[in-house]
């Protein structure tokens, strides 16, 4: 599950500088995506605990587009689907970024948060068409 997160000139340049007056925006965004993935079931009403096997945030800035990319990936071996978690664990890791940049600007849009693929669970398989390596 993909997000983006479009600061404002300022704040995209404290990211890219590592000089958000909070920290490493990019470092505290993985671990707060990472946390939300694990507290899902808490979030979204009847969720159910999972054993994740695995839950990772991939973060870029890309400084010409003047935003984050996220990139959330979760992986379990129970007999059902974890792309709530996936989705929760983007839009955490955008909301973040937005959190912590938003002493320089208000004007940050998180956006762009969808389902890429999944496997596995009841439902068939799932790909979105048009699926870019930039997305």
Known sequence: APARV?????????VAEN????????????????????QTPTLIPRGHQL??????????????A??????ATVKSEGQTGVEMEALVAASVAGLTVYDMCKAASKDI??????????SGGKS???????V???S
């Open 6 to 14: 479009r600061p404002a000139a300022p704040p995209s340049a404290l």
């Open 132 to 134: 870019t390596s930039s």
């Open 66 to 71: 003047r935003c984050v990319d996220i990139h």
């Open 109 to 118: 849009v998180v956006s762009d948060i969808r389902l890429e693929a999944k």
């Open 51 to 64: 054993l994740l096997r695995k839950a990772s945030i991939d973060l870029s800035l890309d400084e010409t």
């Open 19 to 38: 000089r958000a007056a909070q920290g490493d925006v990019l470092t505290v965004a993985q671990v707060a995506g990472i946390n939300a993935a694990k």
């Open 124 to 130: 068939a398989d799932y790909v979105r068409e048009n």
